[in-house]
């Protein structure tokens, strides 16, 4: 890869910045949110409702965006993240609204729902890392207009200030920002990752190579525009004219220092913006933020190029997944790994998500998934995504817990049929076996026995209690005189004893190695690890001495009784 040299910063003293936002988690939490709770956007201005902003921040779990809705009632990182997710197609809803009513100035938007593009997002989340961060950056890049670009807007992490006035907009329809960014991250890319360089050594940097890559040399302009030169309408403001409207000193394109005051700038605004919030760059600002002249120019001293972005460029975002014996599931990835994920944190908890994500397998929340998702195998998702085999002692658990979740079935508002003559044949809701099905219509079926010539029982039990069979009837199921004759017999108790062996270990990694070997003879009862204890049958006591005999090669064992 070509490389280019820039001057090298030193950073003593400068406010230090990464990014503190984890916007891809952030992107695919929003969708699910979405997706479960159907929110709908409020009917005048088109926002999400406060109440949803709450709970989308709780759901991201970052303190500022928690904060910011606290105390402003609204949050420009949701804003930013709802806006992303629209131009990626995860989510559809109306942004254009309708005009009620003859004297309306403004549209309304009436029962305006967020619907999931469960298409594209399934279709999102198959794509590899790479593949998604460039969907993502594209949306980004592309997404500008004559006011929402650098000069004008501040984003939601932005520390410079933008450009005051109204006149610079019109440039602004003549700047291709989505070419300016590329070109810019094609430039950063080129630089080695790891270093602090000067964001001024940068600045002049373009101005040598590239000096027209942001405002073209010749503009189109239309025939009412009055100031056609190529800065025209880009204004500096001095300190006491910052509260005057549409004040400002022109910024003529002759000066010797133009590229710095306007380029400059930018270059400034774009690092704190597309690079920073994707964790591709870390910038470094001045404490001093006062100055004569607005917006704030050379506060924004230096940057460092993470590897994130050397493998962006690459193409190859390299994903490695280790499952620990302690169920720690480790994703060692240079961004969130949201497709790994996403399959996962349904059955785990997070631990951590920087510098990397570390799930661990929750047992309730294993054996919830796997009744409601009978067919899925779990083991068979992670030996997909996994670099090395899993833990035997994972595997045993995680293979014992499944085997608990057998799922039951609830029939509701049908009727138990026993057919005593194996000949009969009717259309049932669900047979049982030969003799029992479950039917829609009792009643029915009853009337059409009796035309027949059977004797059918008919049957209605109360809410509070079944209701006993005639005396005499065929079936498996208590009678009258059966119930009688049982009340009258004294009932046989059966006492079973069984004995069980407790130990209890001083050394964690006898302890282990014990316990592991245990579960691959499935030896024991109980364990608890926390403890270091573990409980097996009396009858087992021989086999589990066996494995201890082998493991004193390493160890000087003793078993104390303790009355």
């Given at each position: 890869?070509?490389?280019?040299?820039?001057?090298?910063?030193?950073?003593?003293?400068?406010?230090?910045?990464?990014?503190?936002?984890?916007?891809?988690?952030?992107?695919?939490?929003?969708?699910?949110?979405c997706f479960n709770n159907y929110p709908k956007r409020s009917h005048r201005n088109n926002d999400i409702s406060k109440t949803d902003l709450r709970k989308i921040a709780?759901?991201?779990?970052?303190?500022?965006?928690?904060?910011?809705?606290?105390?402003?009632?609204?949050?420009?990182?949701?804003?930013?993240?709802?806006?992303?997710?629209?131009?990626?197609?995860?989510?559809?809803?109306?942004?254009?609204?309708?005009?009620?009513?003859?004297?309306?100035?403004?549209?309304?938007?009436?029962?305006?729902?967020?619907?999931?593009?469960?298409?594209?997002?399934?279709?999102?989340?198959?794509?590899?890392?790479?593949?998604?961060?460039?969907?993502?950056?594209?949306?980004?890049?592309?997404?500008?207009?004559?006011?929402?670009?650098?000069?004008?807007?501040?984003?939601?992490?932005?520390?410079?200030?933008?450009?005051?006035?109204?006149?610079?907009?019109?440039?602004?329809?003549?700047?291709?920002?989505?070419?300016?960014?590329?070109?810019?991250?094609?430039?950063?890319?080129?630089?080695?990752?790891?270093?602090?360089?000067?964001?001024?050594?940068?600045?002049?940097?373009?101005?040598?190579?590239?000096?027209?890559?942001?405002?073209?040399?010749?503009?189109?302009?239309?025939?009412?525009?009055?100031?056609?030169?190529?800065?025209?309408?880009?204004?500096?403001?001095?300190?006491?004219?910052?509260?005057?409207?549409?004040?400002?000193?022109?910024?003529?394109?002759?000066?010797?220092?133009?590229?710095?005051?306007?380029?400059?700038?930018?270059?400034?605004?774009?690092?704190?913006?597309?690079?920073?919030?994707?964790?591709?760059?870390?910038?470094?600002?001045?404490?001093?933020?006062?100055?004569?002249?607005?917006?704030?120019?050379?506060?924004?001293?230096?940057?460092?190029?993470?590897?994130?972005?050397?493998?962006?460029?690459?193409?190859?975002?390299?994903?490695?997944?280790?499952?620990?014996?302690?169920?720690?599931?480790?994703?060692?990835?240079?961004?969130?790994?949201?497709?790994?994920?996403?399959?996962?944190?349904?059955?785990?908890?997070?631990?951590?998500?920087?510098?990397?994500?570390?799930?661990?397998?929750?047992?309730?929340?294993?054996?919830?998934?796997?009744?409601?998702?009978?067919?899925?195998?779990?083991?068979?998702?992670?030996?997909?995504?996994?670099?090395?085999?899993?833990?035997?002692?994972?595997?045993?658990?995680?293979?014992?817990?499944?085997?608990?979740?057998?799922?039951?079935?609830?029939?509701?508002?049908?009727?138990?049929?026993?057919?005593?003559?194996?000949?009969?044949?009717?259309?049932?809701?669900?047979?049982?076996?030969?003799?029992?099905?479950?039917?829609?219509?009792?009643?029915?079926l009853h009337e059409n026995l009796m035309v027949s010539g059977k004797v059918p029982v008919l049957i209605n039990h109360k809410d509070e209690k079944f209701t006993l069979?005639?005396?005499?009837?065929?079936?498996?199921?208590?009678?009258?005189?059966?119930?009688?004759?049982?009340?009258?017999?004294?009932?046989?108790?059966?006492?079973?004893?069984?004995?069980?062996?407790?130990?209890?270990?001083?050394?964690?990694?006898?302890?282990?190695?014990?316990?592991?070997?245990?579960?691959?003879?499935?030896?024991?009862?109980?364990?608890?690890?926390?403890?270091?204890?573990?409980?097996?049958?009396?009858?087992?006591?021989?086999?589990?001495?066996?494995?201890?005999?082998?493991?004193?090669?390493?160890?000087?064992?003793?078993?104390?009784?303790?009355?």
């Amino acid at each position: 890869m070509k490389r280019i040299k820039l001057e090298k910063a030193d950073i003593e003293g400068l406010d230090v910045v990464s990014c503190s936002y984890n916007l891809r988690k952030d992107l695919v939490t929003f969708v699910d949110f979405c997706f479960n709770n159907y929110p709908k956007r409020s009917h005048r201005n088109n926002d999400i409702s406060k109440t949803d902003l709450r709970k989308i921040a709780k759901a991201f779990g970052n303190k500022d965006v928690i904060n910011n809705i606290k105390e402003y009632g609204e949050s420009d990182y949701i804003d930013f993240i709802d806006s992303v997710v629209y131009k990626l197609g995860l989510v559809v809803y109306d942004t254009k609204g309708e005009y009620v009513g003859y004297y309306s100035s403004e549209p309304s938007y009436p029962d305006n729902h967020i619907n999931v593009n469960f298409k594209e997002f399934e279709k999102y989340l198959g794509l590899s890392p790479y593949k998604q961060d460039e969907k993502l950056l594209g949306a980004i890049i592309d997404k500008y207009d004559n006011v929402d670009n650098e000069f004008c807007t501040m984003k939601y992490h932005s520390r410079l200030d933008k450009f005051k006035g109204r006149g610079n907009y019109d440039i602004m329809h003549h700047i291709k920002f989505d070419v300016a960014r590329r070109y810019m991250l094609d430039i950063l890319s080129q630089l080695p990752a790891g270093e602090w360089y000067a964001t001024q050594s940068l600045i002049k940097y373009l101005k040598q190579v590239f000096p027209l890559f942001l405002i073209p040399d010749k503009i189109k302009w239309d025939k009412w525009t009055t100031n056609k030169s190529r800065y025209a309408g880009i204004k500096e403001v001095r300190i006491e004219d910052t509260d005057r409207y549409n004040s400002g000193i022109q910024i003529n394109e002759n000066d010797a220092d133009v590229f710095e005051r306007v380029e400059g700038r930018w270059a400034e605004r774009f690092l704190e913006y597309i690079p920073l919030i994707l964790g591709f760059v870390d910038v470094a600002y001045d404490k001093d933020f006062s100055t004569e002249i607005y917006p704030v120019s050379n506060k924004l001293k230096a940057f460092k190029v993470n590897y994130r972005l050397e493998n962006y460029h690459q193409k190859d975002y390299p994903v490695k997944a280790t499952l620990q014996p302690n169920f720690d599931l480790i994703i060692e990835a240079p961004i969130y790994p949201a497709s790994i994920a996403r399959a996962f944190i349904d059955i785990s908890d997070t631990i951590t998500e920087e510098p990397h994500l570390v799930l661990r397998l929750n047992k309730k929340k294993i054996i919830k998934y796997h009744a409601d998702n009978t067919e899925a195998n779990i083991i068979g998702q992670l030996e997909e995504i996994l670099s090395n085999p899993i833990p035997a002692n994972v595997r045993i658990e995680l293979s014992e817990w499944m085997e608990q979740t057998n799922k039951f079935v609830l029939y509701s508002r049908l009727d138990l049929y026993e057919n005593s003559d194996t000949k009969d044949r009717l259309e049932a809701e669900h047979v049982i076996n030969n003799k029992f099905s479950l039917i829609k219509d009792g009643l029915s079926l009853h009337e059409n026995l009796m035309v027949s010539g059977k004797v059918p029982v008919l049957i209605n039990h109360k809410d509070e209690k079944f209701t006993l069979a005639p005396k005499g009837s065929n079936t498996i199921f208590a009678t009258k005189d059966k119930t009688v004759l049982k009340a009258r017999t004294k009932e046989r108790v059966n006492i079973s004893s069984d004995t069980y062996i407790i130990y209890s270990i001083d050394n964690q990694e006898f302890y282990k190695e014990l316990l592991l070997k245990c579960m691959e003879e499935k030896l024991l009862e109980f364990y608890d690890a926390d403890r270091c204890t573990l409980k097996f049958h009396k009858k087992l006591e021989k086999r589990v001495g066996d494995i201890i005999s082998k493991l004193k090669a390493d160890y000087i064992v003793s078993i104390k009784n303790i009355q």
